[in-house]
C-alpha cells in the first residue's frame, strides 16, 4: 500500500536559516508528488508538485523540492526562511492505484522558524 | 483568487444525530473531494467525486457517510449518525480536473461529537 513517511514531526530554525524537510514515499510505479503548507486556521495550500520531467520543482513563497526516485524521496527546501513560513507542511504523493486523484499525506512536519 | 468555502466552521453535535457539512468549490471546477484529519493524525482521504458520482471512497467512507452535490454550487457531506470518533477536522477539496491537477481545499470545518 502506498504510504508517505515525513521524518521530522518538528523542525525548529531560526530566521533567515536553511532549512530541510524531509519526505520519503513508498510506491514500486510513477507517482505525482505534493507539498502542501497549512496556516493557523486556515486549509491546506499547495506549494509545489512534481508530475514529470526536471527532477527540481520550484514552488511559491521561495521553496523548492527535489523528486529522486532511487530514493524514493520529494524533501523540500527553502535558503532562507522568515517568520512568516511558520506552518505545518504536509508531504502527499497519488498514484495510478487511485486514478491520481487520492492523495496520500503524510504525517505532517511542523516548522517552527524563531527570530 | 477564487477559493474553496466551508460552513460551518465549527459544529458540535451529539452521538447519533444527523449533521451535514457543507461547501462550495471553486466554480469551474469538476473534482471534489472531502478528506478529514482527527487530531494528531494524518490527513485521510475520504471521498472523490465527478460527474454527479462517487469515482473513488476509501474503507472510512461506510455507510454512515453520503454525499450530495444538489445543485449546481454546493458539495455536501453527510454523516447520518455520528460517532465519537467521527470527531475531526473535515476538509473539502476541488480540483478543475483529475489526473495532476491541484486541490485547493478549504479552511475547514471541525466536527466535535459529544
Known amino acids: 500500500a502506498q504510504s508517505v513517511t515525513q521524518l521530522d514531526s518538528q523542525v525548529p530554525v531560526f530566521e533567515e536559516a536553511p532549512v530541510e524537510l524531509r519526505c520519503n514515499y513508498s510506491?514500486?510505479?510513477?507517482?505525482?508528488l505534493f507539498w502542501y503548507v497549512q496556516y493557523p486556521n486556515q486549509g491546506l495550500q499547495l506549494l509545489l508538485k512534481?508530475?514529470?520531467?526536471?527532477?527540481l520543482v520550484k514552488g511559491i513563497n521561495g521553496f523548492e523540492a527535489e523528486f529522486n526516485k532511487s530514493q524514493t524521496s520529494f524533501h523540500l527546501r527553502k535558503p532562507s526562511v522568515h517568520i512568516s513560513d511558520t506552518a505545518e507542511y504536509f508531504c502527499?504523493?497519488?498514484?495510478?492505484?487511485?486514478?491520481?486523484?487520492?492523495?496520500?499525506f503524510g504525517a505532517g512536519t511542523r516548522l517552527a522558524v524563531h527570530p | 483568487e477564487p477559493e474553496v468555502t466551508q460552513t460551518p466552521s465549527h459544529q458540535v453535535t451529539q452521538m447519533g444525530q444527523e449533521v451535514i457539512l457543507r461547501c462550495v468549490p471553486i466554480?469551474?471546477?469538476?473534482?471534489f473531494y472531502w478528506y478529514r484529519q482527527i487530531l494528531g493524525q494524518k490527513v485521510e482521504f475520504l471521498v472523490s467525486?465527478?460527474?454527479?458520482?462517487?469515482?473513488?471512497k476509501s474503507e472510512i467512507f461506510d455507510d454512515q457517510f453520503s454525499v450530495e452535490r444538489p445543485d449546481g454550487s454546493n458539495f455536501t457531506l453527510k454523516i447520518r449518525s455520528t460517532k465519537l470518533e467521527d470527531s475531526a477536522m473535515y476538509f473539502c477539496?476541488?480540483?478543475?480536473?483529475?489526473?495532476?491537477?491541484?486541490?485547493?481545499f478549504g479552511n475547514g470545518t471541525r466536527l466535535t461529537v459529544t
Open positions: 466554480s469551474n471546477h469538476l473534482y
Open positions: 502527499a504523493v497519488s498514484d495510478p492505484s487511485g486514478g491520481y486523484n487520492k492523495l496520500i
Open positions: 512534481y508530475l514529470s520531467g526536471s527532477t
Open positions: 467525486f465527478y460527474n454527479n458520482e462517487i469515482s473513488e
Open positions: 477539496a476541488s480540483s478543475v480536473q483529475g489526473v495532476g491537477s491541484p486541490l485547493h
Open positions: 510506491s514500486s510505479v510513477s507517482v505525482y
